[in-house]
């Protein structure tokens, strides 16, 4: 006998839980009673569905035989055996040389249709024909063992589904969890129904994550595979410092405020340009905010990656020289064919424009698309900047070659 309640209690708690809809519950319990049913009672090659009704606890058996004729299957010789074949009617069993045959047919599958019109007058080919079947309720232990299976299988599956749909409408968004363990240098991070990776590669250099902490992370890939739902996250990538910007600045969700352009090195430095749609509106000012609050809350997050925000401007002169701030420019040579542009600046502010270890011209130059080469107005090159010991090692060779 069936225990109505606990089987109704467990289904609104899976519901609840797994967010896996009712039906899609009561579907899997309907097929492990079909699988069952056949496992003891079946024959080769029936289609057997069960029907429960969560109401009263009853459940129903049918066989299903399909309406086809001589042109949809082929009638078996004399002698031979028939196995089972539940594929579709007028589906095709191919031949090596592409020659086709009709699959063959199966009293406990089919039904042909001049027999089927007997029955039901209107019957067409490929309709179905339902046979009630005696309902049966002493099961061995191989049947109710197929039939947990059956149900096991279903409530993955249906789960998946349910992670899968959730999770793909989130897909290119910001999601929060906690850090769950680290496993040669990948992250598994809780979302709460699932668990979701942070790869090496997407993670910021000398972060640290602490199990259990609090993280946010932009989730760039959703992906199902045999073992499940994959989530991939992403603390490096430029559309997660865009995302940031997005929750923390109204003005770029209204559409007031564009982000043209990102340039990051991932928890040292990023250069972010940014235009907008109104006059009356400025595009800097509103993602730095008042005193800096709206920035320095994305800085935080970064874990203090310092972020340089700049006028975006359609004069790619103008647009490079922005980019290349805090250090002043006095003078731009475009070449538009090759995306190249060769700058001046003054020699007192070579380094500031080249940046540490070259960052700051490496971001301005990815952030505008262009090739930047910079020149004090000395002549002295970025080369001589960023290794000045090699540079001044050149004049004592020519000496000793003298």
């Not at 972010?272 to 609050?293: L, R, T, Y």
């Amino acid at each position: 006998m069936i225990d109505l309640k606990t089987i109704n209690r467990a289904l609104e708690q899976l519901e609840e839980e797994r967010k896996i809809p009712r039906a899609e519950l009561v579907g899997a319990i309907e097929n492990a009673l079909a699988a069952a049913y056949k496992k003891e009672y079946g024959k080769k090659g029936q289609i057997i569905r069960a029907h429960f009704d969560t109401d009263n606890g009853q459940f129903t058996f049918e066989q299903i035989k399909i309406v086809v004729d001589e042109t949809t299957v082929r009638m078996p010789e004399e002698g031979e055996e028939i196995e089972e074949d539940v594929r579709d009617v007028g589906t095709r069993e191919e031949l090596n040389e592409g020659e086709e045959i009709l699959i063959r047919f199966n009293p406990e599958h089919h039904i042909l249709l001049e027999d089927a019109k007997k029955i039901k007058k209107s019957v067409k080919l490929g309709d179905e024909l339902v046979f009630p079947l005696e309902t049966k309720e002493d099961y061995g232990r191989i049947a109710a063992q197929t039939a947990k299976q059956v149900i096991i299988q279903k409530i993955r599956e249906a789960e998946r589904g349910s992670i899968l749909g959730e999770f793909k409408d989130k897909e290119n968004q910001i999601v929060s969890g906690f850090v769950q363990r680290e496993e040669r240098g990948v992250v598994y991070i809780d979302l709460g129904r699932t668990v979701a990776i942070l790869p090496y590669e997407e993670q910021v250099p000398n972060e640290r994550y602490i199990t259990g902490a609090r993280i946010k992370a932009y989730l760039y890939e959703v992906s199902e595979n045999p073992r499940g739902v994959t989530l991939k996250l992403s603390r490096s990538h430029p559309k997660f410092l865009e995302k940031l910007f997005e929750t923390e600045v109204p003005e770029i969700i209204s559409g007031v405020v564009e982000i043209k352009a990102i340039a990051r090195e991932a928890g040292s430095r990023s250069k972010i340009a940014v235009a907008s749609n109104e006059a009356n509106v400025d595009p800097v000012g509103s993602c730095v905010g008042q005193k800096g609050i709206r920035v320095s809350t994305i800085m935080n997050e970064l874990s203090g990656e310092k972020i340089d925000i700049i006028p975006w401007s359609a004069d790619i002169e103008k647009f490079i020289s922005s980019a290349l701030l805090p250090a002043k420019v006095l003078k731009i040579e475009i070449n538009e064919e090759a995306k190249e542009a060769s700058v001046e600046v003054d020699k007192n502010e070579l380094s500031l424009a080249i940046g540490k270890a070259g960052q700051n011209v490496r971001l301005a130059a990815k952030l505008v698309g262009y090739r930047i080469d910079i020149r004090g107005m000395g002549g002295e090159t970025v080369e001589e900047v960023l290794n000045p010991e090699e540079s001044m090692e050149e004049p004592k060779e020519e000496d000793e070659t003298k």
